[in-house]
């Protein structure tokens, strides 16, 4: 299993429609957990932070599952400046280290 | 939130020649740096971890005499990509961690290596 593994996509949505994405990872010692978008040949930003009860930030609602070691990101009236990569970021237990998914693409259509 | 900026944003060298990128922190202290490639549709790959004083630290598979990262103060990294080779071309970012605050990471912008 990879230690942190997101689909692809491109998930492909239409303006003002809800869109959802999870991320699994592998080692049930990661204890943070993170969303970071990265435009086309930009560096990476992060979009929100996931905490175990849950983290809203207007239209995103990030979520944690550790029992089934996934973490969600649900975006809601999607607009055309969402279109972007999602990248699922984990550390890597107790070490430093941050893990990065490969992320999944979204766009959203007009 | 904390910046961090990336210097040059992007160059183009010949093969066998030696570049080096800066990253730093602007309004914070770092104690840790990382740096990251990233080839293109890739996801970020982590190079090294770079501790403030002391030697970074490589992943499995990055050689350290070729990447040369030296973090002589607590708002300045480098790395240095010596006798750079066509496949090393990537783009390249580093990150910092605010001293002793939160696991948060904040990406500078990247640098674009091309080398020809």
């Known amino acids: 299993r990879k230690e942190v593994e997101q689909d692809p996509g491109p998930f492909n949505v239409p303006e003002g429609a809800t869109v959802a994405f999870n991320c699994t990872y592998s080692?049930?010692?990661?204890?943070?957990f993170f969303w970071y978008r990265q435009d086309c040949r930009k560096e990476p930003k992060l979009l929100m932070s996931?905490?175990?009860s849950g983290n809203e930030d207007g239209r995103f609602t990030a979520q944690l599952n550790r029992a089934s070691q996934y973490i969600s990101l649900l975006i809601r009236d999607s607009k055309l400046s969402d279109s972007a990569t999602y990248l699922c970021?984990?550390?890597?237990?107790?070490?430093?280290?941050?893990?990065f998914g490969k992320g999944t693409r979204l766009h959203i259509l007009p | 939130g904390a910046v961090v900026s990336q210097h040059p944003s992007w160059v183009i060298c010949k093969s066998g020649t030696s570049v080096k990128i800066e990253c730093r922190s602007l309004?914070?202290?770092?104690?840790?740096m990382f740096w990251y490639r990233q080839f293109p549709k890739q996801s970020l790959m982590l190079m090294a971890t770079?501790?403030?004083?002391?030697?970074?630290?490589?992943e499995q598979g990055v050689e350290k005499d070729k990447f040369l990262i030296n973090h002589a103060s607590l708002t300045l990294s480098t790395l240095t990509v010596t006798s750079a080779h066509p496949e090393d071309s990537s783009f390249y970012i580093c990150?910092?961690?605010?001293?002793?605050?939160?696991?948060?990471?904040?990406f500078g912008p990247g640098t674009r290596l091309t080398v020809l």
């Open positions: 309004d914070f202290q770092a104690t840790t």
């Open positions: 970021v984990v550390n890597k237990g107790r070490d430093d280290k941050i893990i």
């Open positions: 080692n049930s010692a990661s204890q943070s």
């Open positions: 996931v905490y175990s």
């Open positions: 990150s910092a961690r605010e001293l002793a605050v939160t696991d948060t990471q904040y």
């Open positions: 770079s501790n403030e004083g002391s030697k970074a630290t490589y």
